[in-house]
């Protein structure tokens, strides 16, 4: 015989054997204890005191017992036959028809993307974990199922199968099996479930930890629909009981809730799934209960009072500035209202709006600007490849050249898109890249320029991450769920630990945020961020009131909160002194009950220095233009000519009249009486300046510099006629004549107006 005919012979002797071994193997009778009841489960989520969250017990205390299929609501088996294994009935481990759609679909993509899995393979992954490596992704894990599949239907029949699948399906929370998924989810019996209920519970098979509705109320709706229309197509239902179906609330209302904190237990049992972890006994979460409830309550007071403004949703977060354990979360008013109780407004992305000029001007402090650089508040357009943008300020008027202390405090748009043009709005999207913000996934140019006014989505979780960066120094941690053991402390994470901007700029940058001297032009005198200790506030409105935002840290904590509208509807005219920021007072307050603010990190404790500025120019002061002690980086310093003026080069000339007005009164220019001396010029105000006073602010703080360059001799300064007793002149509204009259008996004059903002 020749060489290619025994190799062939082999070959078909030990495929016999091969096939013969493997046919002994299926008719080999089933491990025993292999079909026994699935573990019931016994997991308790605790608080940080050890008070029960939740447990995935039934309400009733009972372990959630396996139902025969006999009992079975039928809608649940036809929703799970329609949408997982339509053919079930007719094929055997293997559905023929389905394993050559998927050969060539995986033969296309070069690896498995569609496993034609059939309910039989499905048990098998359930039965033996091991035959679903990889998600059962892998051409292995697949070939393993499918042997397990045929030794399945070899000893067990179809209905035996099936009832085995529906108690073992996880359906998410933690919960195994139709039975415990219907009384988690629907607080009933799956013995009596409407056809909507049997929908969701089939389309939860495939994503159980993210689609199911505590999760994604979204994604929930979306696989419950197509559950409900591959049960049509199955003849399973028809036309008018699919329109009945569809509309039925995705979850019931309950008279009481099962379980507490219910936004911050679903996602943290949703992370512990995608993470692999298999918590079991009692787990002491780092939620406070106490805190949790009574910021509850304050959340839906807020969202009472504010109703009758096309209020109806908030939400809120409270993390430990130095473990960064969770301590309060409130994704929503009421979970258990309606189907939209359920979204989680603390990890769905929505526009920030202002709330993320601070790390703009970080970015900035670190690149040499500083909280006395004069940026110019005034019209200005910029070409875009969008077309030309002309960014406006919150309340539709532009304040001239304003120092950056008062344009971050006052949050004011316009200097806020001339800094991002200057240091790049690629290197403002890296910044917050680093700070935390993954829900900010494009490129720089999808942004652009408005970045730095909150035009991309984030998350609340996320923002109150980033704030508590700047409060522990600049570096990035991740926040905790679990609670930190006593005594245990907190470590640098090398992996994980990550510097965002220098301690000097996060030091700086919270000072801003805690003066309320500077917040006064934008926000006025009456706001609701005054407190008995130190608390760095921002606020956030997003494009046509859609969304409203306010954080506040301080040294111990950080609290972040939202006010709005599910559905993007858009508020009358609630702003973040009259919408989020009464709810932040409120629950900054009531956190501080439990644990000490802290002192906010001072410039002086990470080497930034304090030099007294003249508050016009954002210069050194002089004995003509006293002005306020401000925090500067070593090295950004302004001198006695420019250094703290940063101004476009159409604006020069008046930098150069304000440096000159500081330099000839301050730093010892003597006045001269040559006939080529510089004629006596008014420099503040200019003729025509129009000013306006914003409501609420108090008489003190609105006042304007009277300043003049040239002449000889000292000045003397009238108002309609009458005296000014000093340089500084209190606003009045109305058109006003300033004459300004030397000594040797030179003079100029300007004229301007004063309004009141409406």
């Given at each position: 015989?020749?060489?290619?005919?025994?190799?062939?012979?082999?070959?078909?002797?030990?495929?016999?054997?091969?096939?013969?071994?493997?046919?002994?193997?299926?008719?080999?009778?089933?491990?025993?204890?292999?079909?026994?009841?699935?573990?019931?489960?016994?997991?308790?989520?605790?608080?940080?005191?050890?008070?029960?969250?939740?447990?995935?017990?039934?309400?009733?205390?009972?372990?959630?017992?396996?139902?025969?299929?006999?009992?079975?609501?039928?809608?649940?088996?036809?929703?799970?036959?329609?949408?997982?294994?339509?053919?079930?009935?007719?094929?055997?481990?293997?559905?023929?028809?389905?394993?050559?759609?998927?050969?060539?679909?995986n033969l296309r993509a070069g690896h498995v993307v569609s496993g034609a899995s059939t309910i039989t393979m499905q048990l098998a992954r359930l039965l033996r974990p091991a035959a679903g490596g990889a998600g059962g992704r892998t051409w292995g894990a697949k070939l393993q199922q499918v042997l397990w599949a045929l030794r399945l239907e070899r000893h067990l029949t179809k209905q035996t199968i099936l009832e085995q699948y529906l108690n073992r399906v996880p359906l998410g929370q933690g919960t195994i099996g139709v039975a415990a998924g219907a009384r988690l989810y629907f607080d009933a019996s799956a013995t009596h479930l409407s056809l909507a209920q049997a929908a969701l519970l089939a389309g939860l098979a495939r994503a159980p930890s993210t689609a199911n509705p505590f999760i994604s109320t979204e994604r929930a709706q979306a696989r419950r629909a197509r559950a409900l229309t591959r049960m049509r197509d199955a003849g399973y239902a028809a036309d008018p009981e699919l329109a009945w179906a569809a509309a039925e609330p995705l979850l019931p209302q309950r008279s009481a809730a099962p379980f507490l904190a219910p936004h911050f237990t679903s996602r943290l049992l949703a992370w512990s799934d995608e993470l692999g972890e298999s918590p079991d006994g009692v787990r002491r979460t780092s939620l406070d209960l106490a805190l949790q409830t009574r910021l509850e309550a304050e959340l839906r007071h807020t969202v009472q009072v504010l109703r009758e403004r096309g209020v109806e949703q908030a939400a809120l977060v409270v993390l430990d500035n130095r473990t960064g354990e969770i301590l309060a979360w409130v994704g929503s008013p009421d979970f258990w209202a309606d189907s939209a109780g359920q979204v989680d407004m603390v990890v769905s992305p929505r526009q920030p709006g202002s709330a993320l000029k601070p790390f703009l001007y970080a970015l900035a402090f670190d690149r040499g600007y500083t909280p006395a650089s004069v940026i110019a508040d005034l019209p200005h357009t910029y070409e875009t490849p969008t077309g030309p943008y002309r960014p406006r300020n919150y309340d539709r008027a532009f304040h001239g050249p304003v120092r950056a202390r008062e344009a971050l405090a006052s949050s004011y748009n316009v200097p806020a898109i001339e800094l991002t043009d200057r240091v790049g709005a690629a290197s403002l999207l890296g910044t917050l890249q680093l700070a935390g913000f993954a829900s900010l996934a494009r490129a720089a140019d999808y942004y652009g320029l408005g970045l730095a006014l909150g035009n991309g989505d984030v998350t609340l979780l996320e923002l109150a991450n980033a704030y508590r960066m700047l409060a522990n120094g600049g570096v990035w941690r991740p926040y905790r769920w679990w609670v930190v053991p006593s005594g245990g402390g907190v470590h640098a994470d090398s992996e994980t630990d990550r510097r965002v901007v220098s301690p000097r700029a996060a030091a700086i940058v919270l000072d801003v945020l805690s003066d309320p001297v500077a917040r006064i032009p934008g926000f006025g005198l009456s706001t609701p961020f005054d407190f008995p200790f130190p608390v760095a506030v921002k606020t956030g409105t997003s494009r046509h009131f859609t969304d409203n935002w306010a954080v506040g840290t301080t040294g111990g904590f950080t609290v972040a909160v939202w006010v709005g509208n599910f559905s993007g509807r858009p508020m009358n005219d609630v702003s973040g002194v009259t919408g989020a920021g009464p709810l932040l007072h409120r629950a900054i307050v009531l956190t501080a009950q439990s644990y000490a603010p802290g002192a906010l990190p001072s410039p002086a404790t990470v080497g930034a220095v304090p030099v007294m500025i003249c508050r016009l120019s954002g210069l050194r002061a002089t004995p003509e233009c006293p002005g306020m002690v401000e925090w500067f980086v070593p090295g950004t310093e302004p001198d006695w000519h420019r250094g703290g003026v940063h101004l476009p080069p159409e604006y020069a000339e008046w930098a150069e009249q304000t440096v000159a007005a500081s330099w000839a009164a301050g730093a010892g220019a003597s006045a001269s009486g040559s006939a080529d001396r510089e004629p006596l010029r008014i420099v503040s105000p200019r003729d025509g300046d129009k000013y306006r006073i914003p409501p609420g602010v108090e008489a003190r703080y609105a006042t304007i510099a009277l300043r003049a360059a040239g002449g000889a001799g000292a000045i003397r300064w009238w108002v309609d006629g009458r005296p000014a007793a000093t340089t500084r002149w209190q606003l009045v509204p109305g058109t006003h004549i300033i004459r300004a009259v030397t000594a040797s008996g030179d003079s100029d004059e300007v004229r301007i107006a004063v309004v009141l903002t409406p």
């Open positions: 015989m020749r060489n290619g005919g025994r190799r062939l012979l082999a070959l078909s002797a030990g495929l016999a054997g091969l096939a013969l071994a493997l046919g002994a193997w299926v008719a080999w009778p089933l491990p025993a204890g292999l079909l026994a009841p699935a573990p019931e489960p016994s997991f308790t989520l605790a608080d940080r005191h050890g008070l029960v969250l939740r447990t995935t017990r039934a309400p009733d205390g009972s372990l959630v017992r396996s139902l025969p299929l006999s009992e079975m609501d039928p809608k649940i088996l036809q929703a799970f036959l329609a949408l997982e294994d339509r053919r079930f009935y007719e094929h055997g481990a293997v559905d023929p028809r389905a394993a050559l759609r998927a050969a060539r679909d």
